[in-house]
């Protein structure tokens, strides 16, 4: 992974420094309440419904054993012991106080770690595939082009101030697991990894989900890669100068592009970047170079597939081999397996880990897989890295900690964002609600049998919980001062190797109660309808929403 | 008399400057000093100003910052560029880095703030108007 020089280390010092005084001055009474917001954010820090929360980078859903145990030690020292992992590859803390902050962001940027641009109208973390370096399907690995996007947009004088939150997603696979397509740019880099330098780049620009979900409109192809940062520039300039600012629920990207038309706003950007010196503005191929250097694949050993002992393993431990059937996925090299550490157990907030829990991963990472972890945007832990033969132990000693749930892809595995019970900005609380359709579909044959199925939850239309992506979308939402919920299906975020869909809402909300009979009768729907085989959205696109519509909805007899 | 930052041979400072006349785009004659909106197009005859203020409503607005870049790398304006309006100290830096070499700010605390916070880092990741110096450049 990528390791701090010396120029990384004094830039993330000098912003805690610098962040430092900006808060003594809000303390002073120097700065108003409405002034310091604008600084806050930059550096992390929501004032919540409960507390502050503070929202700390990880950059492309990479960190290190080290970084994880530091980040299990702010959790004791400055929070409650726990901390969430959100659906941007990011962790949250929920309890800090806010005088304490500068002394966690020191605490962060002693372990090459810092929460810049995690929050404000600015160039948010990159986020990209959770399996990028390990994936069986990968042809290029795309963290190197994450880490030249994280540099070029820290601090970034022009791009600081933009008229709304912007967020970059990147993947190099064939199967798209960083929903490129629901990005504000969302970047797909074609090539192989020996030749960064001759990597081509298709750009999307203007997806996004929230108030108004829209899919990205591919507006450059194969664009030699010395030029992403100049492109970027002039998509950014545009935006920066022509999206709205009159209206926050108006001034994303998707917006502008809706506005000027894909074709129009492709003009707009050509135009810009051909007035830019772009040969001087290219990425030089030796920086590319070294970038990729870091990412180079650990000392992975000469192994065979450990087939035969895992057979034997499966069959003795029933547990074991749901949890292989679904946790584990292909590696790329040999021997070695990509394991999934799901944080979706019953009773738990989706995404919520314990000091423990963290200290626990970084000691797996560290024994059995060169101390690399990685956060997906399903809100779980992924060790990349993991010898076949040792698949076993990993497993028992995770289940222990509870971070051996079988249930990756499932229908308990649900993205599901803080909502009401944290957020001060949701309409409903998303956590009972995602509690309570573990608990109605906690038996293992009923979800093995349902198969891979993305639920995902939002506790209002800002749409942090993916809802508008998920197989089965739940949304909450405000009905005259009480919580409601609106269903949607057959939504996916393209990561079946198709390019991605928003869902259909099925019909008028529904009361918190009769959630979870909803689901159900969605459920039911399908299995009555499916083929042999047929995975719940290839059921939905067969048959389309009426059917599940007139289930939902029929009159009692 | 004004008190503003102001960059002097390369070196920000505190002084003391007098009033300028701004015109807006319609009053404007080459010569005179010219006050423009975040959402001006700039144009080749602004090259004949005495002075540019760009006008910030908010500061939050980073309109002004594409200006200025346009302005500078673009239109090729090298005379004096002026922030003014709702501009902020703890953003002076970014303003810097766009190619402004002068400040406005309402009181002197504001002032030594924005003079103290000028240059917060010994060095950037991206080239700036200011400077083709930046960690993406170390490697080559």
Avoid at chain 1, 434 to 457: K, V
């Amino acid at each position: 992974m990528y390791q701090y020089n010396e120029f990384d280390r004094n830039f993330v010092n000098q912003r805690v420094a610098h962040y430092r005084d900006q808060t003594e001055r809000y303390l002073q009474g120097d700065l108003s309440e409405e002034e310091f917001l604008q600084l806050r954010l930059r550096n992390g820090l929501y004032v919540q419904r409960l507390a502050p929360m503070l929202r700390v980078a990880i950059p492309y859903g990479t960190l290190s054993s080290q970084q994880l145990r530091a980040l299990a030690s702010i959790s004791n020292d400055f929070d409650r012991g726990y901390g969430h992992l959100s659906t941007r590859q990011n962790m949250q803390f929920n309890w800090p106080a806010l005088e304490d902050v500068p002394d966690i962001l020191q605490a962060l940027a002693d372990v090459d770690m810092h929460a810049i641009q995690t929050s404000g109208s600015c160039i948010r973390n990159v986020t990209t595939d959770q399996f990028a370096g390990a994936a069986a399907d990968e042809d290029i690995d795309p963290r190197p082009f994450c880490e030249l996007l994280r540099q070029w947009s820290t601090s970034h004088p022009e791009f600081e101030w933009l008229p709304r939150k912007f967020k970059i997603a990147v993947t190099g696979a064939t199967f798209d697991r960083a929903a490129i397509g629901v990005h504000d740019i969302g970047i797909r880099i074609n090539g192989s990894s020996e030749q960064p330098e001759n990597a081509l780049v298709d750009i999307y620009a203007g997806g996004g989900l929230g108030r108004t979900p829209v899919l990205g409109a591919l507006i450059r192809e194969q664009l030699p890669v010395k030029h992403l940062l100049t492109y970027t520039e002039a998509i950014m300039r545009v935006y920066n100068r022509y999206g709205r600012r009159d209206n926050k629920y108006k001034a994303r990207i998707k917006i502008l592009v809706r506005a000027l038309t894909a074709e129009g706003f492709k003009a707009q950007v050509d135009e810009e970047w051909a007035a830019i010196n772009h040969e001087q503005g290219a990425v030089p191929a030796a920086e590319l170079s070294r970038l990729s250097a870091f990412f180079a694949p650990p000392s992975f050993a000469e192994l065979d597939n450990a087939g035969e002992l895992l057979g034997t393993q499966r069959l003795e431990n029933p547990a074991f081999n749901r949890w292989m059937k679904h946790n584990v996925h292909p590696h790329r090299v040999r021997g070695y397996s990509v394991v999934t550490l799901s944080t979706k157990t019953t009773g738990m907030p989706p995404g919520d880990v314990s000091s423990d829990q963290m200290d626990a991963v970084a000691s797996w990472a560290d024994s059995y897989g060169f101390g690399e972890i990685r956060i997906s945007h399903e809100q779980n832990f992924v060790l990349p890295h993991i010898p076949q033969d040792k698949l076993y132990g990993l497993w028992q000693q995770a289940d222990a900690v509870g971070l051996g749930h079988f249930n990756a892809g499932l229908i308990s595995d649900m993205i599901c964002c803080p909502g009401g019970d944290y957020c001060s900005l949701a309409n409903a609380k998303s956590l009972p609600v995602a509690e309570a359709i573990q608990r109605r579909f906690a038996d293992y044959d009923y979800q093995h049998d349902l198969g891979n199925l993305d639920l995902n939850i939002s506790g209002c239309m800002n749409a942090c919980g993916h809802h508008h992506v998920g197989h089965i979308g739940i949304l909450g939402v405000d009905k005259k001062g009480e919580e409601f919920y609106q269903i949607s299906l057959g939504g996916h975020a393209g990561h079946s190797g198709e390019s991605p869909r928003l869902g259909q809402i099925v019909g008028p909300s529904v009361a918190r109660e009769e959630v979870c009979d909803v689901i159900e009768k969605v459920i039911q729907v399908y299995l009555e309808h499916r083929f042999v085989g047929e995975t719940f959205l290839s059921c939905f696109n067969r048959i389309g929403i009426l059917p599940f519509k007139e289930s939902i909805y029929a009159k009692a007899a | 008399m004004p008190r503003l930052l102001k960059k002097i041979h390369g070196d920000w400072q505190i002084c003391d400057v007098a009033e300028i006349s701004w015109k807006t785009q319609e009053e404007w004659r080459a010569g005179s000093a010219l006050q423009v909106s975040v959402d001006a197009e700039p144009a080749p005859g602004w090259l004949d100003a005495s002075s540019i203020a760009i006008e910030f409503p908010a500061m939050t607005d980073g309109r002004g910052l594409s200006l200025a870049v346009l302005l500078r790398n673009r239109l090729g304006y090298s005379g004096e560029l002026v922030a003014r309006g709702s501009v902020h100290q703890d953003i002076a830096h970014f303003l810097a880095r766009c190619g402004f070499d002068v400040i406005e700010l309402p009181d002197e605390e504001r002032l030594e703030t924005a003079l103290r916070w000028i240059d917060p880092h010994t060095g950037y990741y991206q080239p700036s108007v200011i400077s083709r110096e930046s960690a993406l450049n170390n490697a080559s």
